[in-house]
């Protein structure tokens, strides 16, 4: 099983559409994926017209049900999904009370290992406990920039953040996204950026209008739109991705 | 509790407009189709997919997908797009599936059986955000054969399937339907179509599993073993000579030796100088097949042979593997010319006729009219005896011949058993197979391995004068050794293992199985 964090400390970016999209690739692929919404917001949950509520999600948490009990299929085969909760927005605190809090996530989703391929998970924006546990659990980590200077910079600090909390083994995957060729900064920024970050996924997200009707049709782009710019966009950024993995 | 998809099979009388109108009485619905797909249910030769609980079909619609589906529960467990046919899993992409299919297959290739041409339509029930939470799918299927033209209409069907997470819904709308009185379908659509072009799952099987009649004089039973196993040798004269997989000639080879074992041991029933030209002829198609067969072996072996060298020579070893295809292209070419040739076919079919011809009365044999309970009691004792003496004395010193020699008699005394087992308590019977199998697996790794590596010499001489790099004899060099090593464990095993096997409580339950002869 794969586990693959989609994260950046910074909201806005794509990251959404970016776990909706590869998870549903992965799933066409034939691999049994889950795509586990663990933003309090429920933008993937949306795309997915899954309700945004999880029974007993305390007790989820508690590790006193299994996830398996609370996964929904989607509407596309081999695809599932741990909907959102807005409790998550305590999470934190919930796993501050719990024995080595670091690894949670980990604990729960071990058991799944045999019932998934992959396992994507759309993370909430900022560092938190939340995000320590994601970093501990995943095996890659997905990171969209906005080819902009502040983008860049919250890189940065992931970077910094990962290297004092000596979390190691982690392949980080930036790639970037939402990029506007029509702009002399983004141009300028993803001539310069590889140099120092090998690292880079080759693969790019437009600045697309597809995208933003993810939110309209309520599907992933390929499922309404497979021709287009940014679905293409998406299946080069899975295939990179797989590459990485391996 | 996972829930599993549910199949009904479709009234002449309720079309598609018949059931939407009582879906949408309560239920939000939604259509896509109609689709038009054509399913290939593959299966390797000895229904191999069948036998591990799965139905294995390539979906030609839009995309090609190739997906396995339980048989028990109907439920498709994984799916994969894949361009190409399947054939061994191999080539089969790396995946979920190739994981199943693997140890499933092993050296057997899957072929095709029988294509369904299915239209369906689908109703998915909704919620109020339009979020599919079952589905329901109407199919028209028709068979028809991987070659000729037989086709035809099969029964239309409905399925219902549900969704994780949605379990109540799915509860609902087999409630909703239970008005209909619809009548389930006891088999599969794959069934069903293999019932359209005349076959049955599992109507090949290698394993012997007669059901014989003890009280049947041995002459009768004797000939319908040895007819079952022509048919099985038959059987696997296609595939032989198309080399479809390995397992056609292996399984031809083994119906071939059992047919000697039993002309020879199932003693005093017919007039030996009525055998002896079919005991000749079957001799004939042990040579002949012996060649191919070597070669098959060490083909399969040959991936192990290089994974077992140090990582640094492994591709040392490539020109002995160009060497063994191209050996086996000739010794195939070879193979089929005498299967194709007089001799072959006259040899079966004389046997055949032979076996088929009213039954003389067989009194001038000893054992003829003797109940086949009792002819097989003292065959069977008799062997296990003469087993029993002369593996108990062979000790450290013992020349290999004997081990050899008592690897025959192990064999014929289990082909005997494995002949007769249906007169006999079935797990009794089958617990002292397996144990005298373990002293055959024994007996048959001490010889393989010496074979083995005295025809890796013998080629290695061979690929010499050939002009082979002097890099891919040392490799071969380094195997002979290894194989030499792994059959002096096989000889320093055996002392301890036959004297499990020739324990007291297995003594004893020989004894309670076959009597005292």
């Given at each position: 099983m794969h586990i693959i964090g989609v994260y950046n400390i910074k909201g806005g970016v794509g990251k959404t559409a970016t776990a909706v999209n590869l998870s549903y690739l992965a799933a066409r692929q034939g691999y049994r994926t889950l795509i586990w919404d663990l933003d309090p917001q429920a933008a993937a949950t949306f795309y997915f017209r899954i309700q945004p509520k999880v029974k007993k999600s305390k007790k989820l948490l508690a590790g006193k049900i299994d996830l398996d009990d609370v996964v929904k299929a989607t509407d596309f085969d081999n695809l599932d999904m741990l909907p959102a909760d807005f409790s998550y927005r305590n999470m934190d605190l919930r796993l501050e009370d719990a024995k080595k809090p670091t690894k949670q996530l980990l604990k729960l989703l071990r058991p799944l290992s045999r019932a998934y391929d992959y396992v994507f998970l759309d993370c909430p924006p900022s560092i938190s406990l939340v995000s320590e546990n994601i970093f501990r659990a995943a095996e890659g980590l997905l990171l969209p920039l906005i080819p902009t200077t502040l983008s860049l910079r919250t890189y940065q600090q992931l970077l910094d953040f990962l290297q004092g909390h000596r979390i190691t083994g982690l392949e980080l995957m930036p790639f970037f996204s939402m990029v506007d060729r029509r702009k002399r900064m983004h141009l300028d920024i993803m001539q310069n950026f590889p140099d120092a970050h090998g690292e880079l996924l080759k693969a790019q997200i437009p600045y697309a209008s597809d995208v933003e009707k993810m939110g309209i049709h309520r599907m992933p782009v390929q499922a309404f739109s497979p021709n287009c710019f940014a679905a293409s966009a998406y299946q080069a950024l899975w295939m990179d991705v797989q590459g990485r993995l391996g | 509790m996972a829930q599993h998809p549910v199949t009904y099979i479709l009234p002449d009388e309720l079309e598609l407009e018949g059931l939407k109108k009582i879906l949408s009485e309560s239920n939000r619905l939604s259509e896509d189709g109609p689709v038009k797909v054509r399913q290939t249910y593959f299966d390797s030769y000895d229904w191999r997919v069948w036998q591990a609980d799965g139905e294995l079909f390539q979906e030609q619609g839009e995309d090609k997908r190739l997906c396995w589906v339980e048989r028990r529960t109907h439920r498709q467990l994984t799916c994969q797009s894949s361009d190409s046919a399947p054939g061994?899993?191999?080539?089969?992409?790396?995946?979920q599936l190739k994981e199943r299919l693997a140890p499933v297959l092993e050296m057997r290739v899957l072929l095709p059986l029988v294509h369904v041409n299915q239209q369906r339509n689908s109703l998915r029930i909704l919620d109020f955000e339009e979020k599919t939470v079952a589905r329901v799918v109407l199919q028209k299927n028709q068979f028809s054969a991987v070659k000729g033209k037989n086709r035809g209409d099969l029964e239309g069907r409905i399925l219902l399937l549900p969704l994780k997470g949605y379990e109540s819904e799915f509860e609902k709308l087999k409630r909703q339907l239970a008005s209909l009185k619809l009548r389930q379908s006891e088999k599969s659509l794959y069934e069903d179509a293999l019932q359209g072009i005349g076959r049955k799952p599992g109507d090949y099987s290698s394993k012997l599993n007669f059901r014989l009649d003890p009280d049947a004089p041995a002459h009768v039973t004797a000939r319908q073993i040895m007819l079952s196993l022509l048919d099985t040798l038959e059987a696997n004269i296609e595939g032989t000579r198309a080399n479809l997989d390995s397992e056609f000639l292996h399984d031809l080879r083994v119906a071939t030796r059992r047919t000697r074992s039993a002309m020879s041991q199932i003693k005093g029933v017919f007039d030996p100088r009525q055998l002896e030209p079919f005991k000749q002829g079957f001799g004939w198609i042990g040579q002949i097949t012996g060649e191919t067969r070597d070669l098959d072996v060490y083909l399969l072996n040959y991936a192990d042979y290089r994974a077992s060298l140090p990582r640094a020579i492994q591709d040392d070893l490539e020109p002995f593997h160009s060497f063994l295809l191209e050996h086996h292209k000739t010794a195939q070419a070879e193979l089929v010319k005498k299967i194709n040739s007089p001799h072959f076919r006259k040899t079966l079919k004389s046997w055949r006729s032979w076996l088929e011809a009213p039954a003389a009365s067989g009194d001038q044999t000893p054992n003829a009219m003797q109940p086949t309970a009792r002819l097989a009691d003292r065959r069977i004792s008799k062997l296990y005896k003469r087993v029993l003496k002369d593996g108990s004395n062979i000790g450290a010193d013992t020349p290999a011949e004997l081990l050899h020699e008592l690897r025959k008699d192990c064999k014929k005394l289990r082909y005997m058993m494995e002949f007769f087992q249906s007169l006999y308590p079935k797990p009794a019977i089958r617990r002292l197979i397996k144990a005298l199998k373990v002293i055959l697996d024994n007996l048959g790794e001490f010889q393989d391995l010496e074979v083995q590596a005295k025809s890796l010499e013998d080629f290695g001489a061979q690929m010499l004068r050939e002009g082979a790099p002097a890099s891919a004899l040392m490799a071969m060099g380094i195997l002979v050794g290894q194989l030499l090593q792994r059959q002096q464990q096989a000889r320093a095993e055996f002392v301890e293992l036959f004297s499990a096997f020739s324990s007291e409580s297995n003594q004893q339950a020989f004894k309670q199985l076959f009597g005292a002869a």
């Open positions: - | 061994f899993a191999e080539t089969v992409p790396q995946g």
